[in-house]
């Protein structure tokens, strides 16, 4: 089994290989290829890499390149990591929407359009090379905004999957309050990626004794505190949401602390520096504690069972990134949604989920409304589509506001967007 990860030069991708060694007999690699243009960082995390399989007694080989044919050709699945413009362009995002006070963070409102226009079109080019070369891969991709990046190779005809990390961690943290083993937790977890709420937190199977009452009520403080909401409306909510949702539920506390504090790329950079002298060191041969205040959290757990069950056939249920086909009733079968669904060798069958409370689906149905511009905006560029984008987005909503983000967009990521 071949696996190729582009973007592979990444500080993350330690997290994923030391994955990929203790859940080997899940997902039996025999190459591994680490793909990036940036040479100087991926020989550091390839060594590294290499270092990790070793010392985990792992007989794969891993091999690095900046040539994506190469580098992908013949592959079973390929794991898309990118980030395009680096964390420059990440702290760009995070700070000029705060001039017109909307949040700036790298996936919700302007900063997230603009992360989606620099990423779409590389990805697309991307994954019609992996196509030539790899026509049998799957592409799991890991790039945010995964929900519009996951639709824009969808609706090109690629067999892809989006995954993100908030449901395995979630996953996790709930198993560990119930003092139970992940895999006896099944989320009913429902919305658009980093649109989520669990509204249920079974034990034993889908259909399992729900959990998440006794949750609330036990460990009510902490989940609350994690999700830096106060309690009474997490209790008040019944759900837990995702970490996201705080830029809905306080989006004008959230600005405030935003204009305070050091964007979160500009702590993102310094910790990537500090990581790469780290990697550098020929005597570290495991993922340094440092990593997980990177991010990330369970990546490589999702990753790995992700692919072996698209690789293996396994028929297992993960929470997913895929096409609606019904499953909510208000949004168009094209929709990227995310919930757990049956992952086989054939792709992803979304299990069925009950009718959402207008609370959420009102608030899904208006930021797939925004995706929808969104990816217009990226896949055919344009200033007016960029301001309807905007205009269309719960956060921004304000036509003032909207034409005001569409210039500092612009002006400061022209130099990814062919059209300006």
């Not at 069972?305 to 396994?314: F, I, Y």
């Not at 929470?319 to 009733?329: A, H, S």
Request: aromatic share 6%; hydrophobic share 45%.
């Amino acid at each position: 089994m071949k696996l190729a990860v582009v973007g592979g030069g990444s500080t993350y991708t330690p997290e994923l290989i030391d994955g990929f060694a203790r859940l080997r007999d899940t997902l039996p690699i025999e190459e591994l290829v680490l793909v990036d243009p940036a040479a100087d960082r991926l020989e550091l995390v390839g060594g590294l890499a290499r270092r990790i399989f070793a010392k985990q007694g792992h007989p794969g080989t891993i091999a690095t390149t900046a040539d994506l044919e190469s580098g992908v050709a013949g592959a079973d699945a390929v794991l898309l990591q990118l980030r395009i413009g680096g964390q420059a362009a990440r702290n760009q995002d995070e700070t000029w929407p705060l001039e017109c006070g909307c949040v700036g963070q790298e996936t919700t409102g302007a900063g997230g359009l603009a992360k989606a226009l620099r990423t779409v079109p590389v990805v697309l080019d991307i994954a019609e090379r992996v196509r030539r070369v790899a026509p049998q891969a799957w592409i799991i991709d890991f790039t945010n905004p995964v929900g519009i990046v996951t639709r824009a190779l969808l609706q090109a005809g690629h067999k892809a999957v989006g995954l993100c990390n908030v449901a395995i961690g979630f996953q996790r943290k709930f198993a560990r309050l119930l003092d139970v083993s992940p895999e006896q937790v099944h989320l009913d977890h429902v919305g658009l990626n980093h649109l989520t709420w669990e509204r249920g937190v079974r034990l034993g199977g889908p259909q399992g004794e729900d959990m998440l009452p006794k949750l609330l009520a036990e460990h009510g403080d902490t989940i609350a505190a994690d999700l830096h909401l106060p309690r009474e409306i997490v209790d008040r909510l019944g759900v837990v949401p995702s970490y996201y949702l705080r830029y809905y539920y306080a989006h004008d506390e959230v600005v405030r602390e935003l204009r305070t504090a050091p964007s979160r790329a500009s702590q993102v950079a310094a910790m990537e520096k500090q990581l790469l002298e780290m990697y550098g060191d020929p005597a570290l041969d495991e993922k340094p504690e440092l990593l997980a205040k990177r991010g990330g959290a369970f990546y490589s757990e999702a990753a790995v069972a992700l692919a072996s069950s698209l690789l293996r056939n396994t028929g297992d249920v993960q929470v997913v990134n895929t096409y609606n086909n019904g499953t909510l009733p208000f949004l168009a079968d094209d929709a990227v949604i995310e919930v757990p669904a049956v992952v086989d060798g054939t792709g992803t069958k979304p299990l069925p989920v009950a009718p959402l409370d207008p609370l959420y689906a009102g608030l899904i149905a208006n930021v797939t409304a925004y995706e929808d511009l969104a990816l217009e905006a990226a896949l055919r560029g344009g200033r007016d589509r960029v301001f309807k984008a905007l205009l269309s987005h719960p956060l921004i909503g304000q036509y003032e506001y909207a034409e005001a983000l569409t210039d500092s967009l612009v002006a400061h990521n022209r130099e990814h967007l062919a059209w300006a």
